[in-house]
């Protein structure tokens, strides 16, 4: 398996753009996870998924973020209208049995 | 509410040295707890896993132990080596969510 997939690496944008991050799970884990990371507030659970269905979403920071996993394979995290703020580095992971795996990242900027 | 704590932020000590890492947490209620490491723009890297029931997990170079009586945990890594430089961040997991210390950046000289 290639372990968690994110895409984009890297994504600059301009304040008041829409932004899309993608993640493609590890194949069978059940739980899929996006975290933010900055150096001021460490790591924070956004959004949890387990079968596809969003379990708690009280880390989401706004409404102007969202998440979705249409299929097992597949979730996106979107931000609509993306501010400076929301310049970090988000990560998504899946598990299953409490084994994490984490992809690389995507590095957000927003000017 | 769960509050993870590592300590030191920042450790710098000679190659070949023994060395622990220490994590705290505030609720002994806890499900288990894992030791992760993240290397400079890169993603987070599952170490050692320590169920609730267990004491101590080992991993090669690596030992994690588990007080949850005192809220307690370390991380101890043998012999290390420059490749050890990164940063080890533990989690504990409480209501089946991870709750996150905010890491220890550990430098190994050569």
């Known amino acids: 398996d290639a372990g968690v997939i994110q895409s984009p690496r890297h994504e600059v944008t301009e304040m008041g753009q829409e932004v899309t991050l993608r993640c493609k799970p590890i194949s069978g884990h059940d739980y899929l996870f996006w975290y933010r990371q900055t150096m001021m507030r460490g790591l924070e659970l956004l959004i949890y998924?387990?079968?596809?269905?969003?379990?708690?979403d009280s880390g989401m920071p706004e409404d102007r973020f969202s998440a979705k996993m249409p299929n097992a394979s597949f979730s996106t995290l979107k931000i609509q209208p993306s501010e400076p703020r929301d310049s970090a580095v988000y990560f998504c992971?899946?598990?299953?049995?409490?084994?994490?795996?984490f992809g690389s990242g995507t590095r957000l900027t927003v000017v | 509410k769960q509050e993870v704590t590592q300590i030191p932020a920042a450790l710098s000590v000679p190659e070949g040295e023994n060395l622990v890492l220490n994590c705290s947490f505030t609720d002994s209620a806890i499900y288990n707890l894992q030791w992760f490491r993240q290397d400079p723009g890169k993603g987070l890297t599952s170490l050692l896993l320590i169920q609730s029931s267990q004491r101590e997990q080992t991993s090669g170079r690596l030992n994690a132990s588990l007080d949850k009586s005192s809220g307690r945990s370390t991380l101890y890594i043998a012999a290390s080596q420059p490749g050890d430089s990164a940063t080890y961040l533990c989690a504990v997991n409480s209501n089946y969510q991870l709750i996150w210390g905010a890491g220890t950046k550990l430098i190994i000289k050569p």
């Open positions: 992971a899946s598990s299953s049995m409490d084994i994490y795996t």
């Open positions: 998924f387990n079968n596809n269905v969003p379990i708690d």
